[in-house]
């Protein structure tokens, strides 16, 4: 077999390699730089207490939610003179119902990939898709604002 210009291979046969006679050996350096999950690039999420209201899903009784709100400036403030009668007032309330929008996400992960990986792959598809999940939620009170 002719020789090549290979410096780094995991080539067996291959005995004059670069790493071949070495403390290290021809497989060692491939599997001790990918051993390392390299984590994806995370964001900030701040918006969330700029949101008027959060609910989670234990706070919805049923398939939908009532809200009574106060309308703003139905109240009014009369200027009287001396023993003069104050005019009578009251608030206005309005209300509405809500369906809420639901997301979610579902993960998927085979036995056999478990059992060969060299990290915990499902806390860290959890992990992933808890921030995935937060992550729509900033996204939607961003639109919102």
């Known amino acids: ?5 290979t410096i780094l291979t995991t080539d067996n046969k291959d005995r004059t390699s670069a790493t071949a006679g070495s403390s290290t050996g021809s497989f060692l350096i491939p599997k001790m730089l990918f051993s390392e999950l390299l984590m994806a690039v995370r964001k900030n999420l701040i918006f969330r207490a700029l949101a008027a209201k959060v609910i989670g899903p234990k706070s919805i009784p049923g398939s939908s939610l009532d809200f009574s709100e106060q309308e703003p400036e139905s109240t009014n403030v009369f200027r009287t003179g001396t023993g003069a009668e104050i005019g009578l007032n009251a608030e206005n309330y309005s209300g509405f119902n809500m369906k809420p929008i639901k ?15 060299q990290w915990d792959v499902m806390a860290l ?7 995935e999940l937060a992550d729509n939620e900033e996204a939607l009170i961003i639109a919102t604002l």
């Open 125 to 131: 598809n959890v992990t992933t898709a808890g921030y």
């Open 103 to 117: 997301y979610g996400v579902r993960i998927k992960i085979p036995r056999e990939l478990e059992e060969d990986s």
């Open 1 to 5: 077999m002719p020789q090549s210009n």
